[in-house]
Nanobody, 119 residues
Framework: QVQLVESGGGSVQPGGSLRLSCAAS????????MGWYRQSPGKERDLVTS???????NYANSVKGRFTISRDNAKNTVYLQMNNLKPEDTAVYSC?????????????WGQGTRVIVSS
């Protein structure tokens, strides 16, 4: 099982920046992909961005050009740099990991960190 520790959420004014981080630890064979989901009140949880072990990235259209995901494979840590934040980015952001343990593949989400964008 993987434990995920997230940090970096908070409150910021529109146009501001925040950096989220998520460190994975525990017993697993390999981490394949990592990323971030977000959920706003009354809405479903959506994928914001992901990155594979090889560095291939994927972004939701709403955050392209503003958010940047990066990953430190040696530390099993994923980062999300969020710039030019907008009120509609307000949500709970959850780290996501796709990993393999033996022959079985798993998906796991963190507990989430709240991001509030408001003037």
């Amino acid at each position: 099982q993987v434990q995920l520790v997230e940090s970096g959420g908070g409150s910021v004014q529109p146009g501001g920046s925040l950096r989220l981080s998520c460190a994975a630890s525990g017993s697993f064979f390999s981490i394949n992909a990592m990323g971030w989901y977000r959920q706003s009140p009354g809405k479903e949880r959506d994928l914001v961005t992901s990155i594979t072990s090889g560095g291939r990235t994927n972004y939701a259209n709403s955050v392209k050009g503003r958010f940047t995901i990066s990953r430190d494979n040696a530390k099993n840590t994923v980062y999300l740099q969020m710039n030019n934040l907008k009120p509609e980015d307000t949500a709970v952001y959850s780290c996501w990991v796709a990993y393999t343990d033996g022959d079985v593949a798993y998906d796991q989400w963190g507990q989430g960190t709240r991001v509030i964008v408001s003037s």
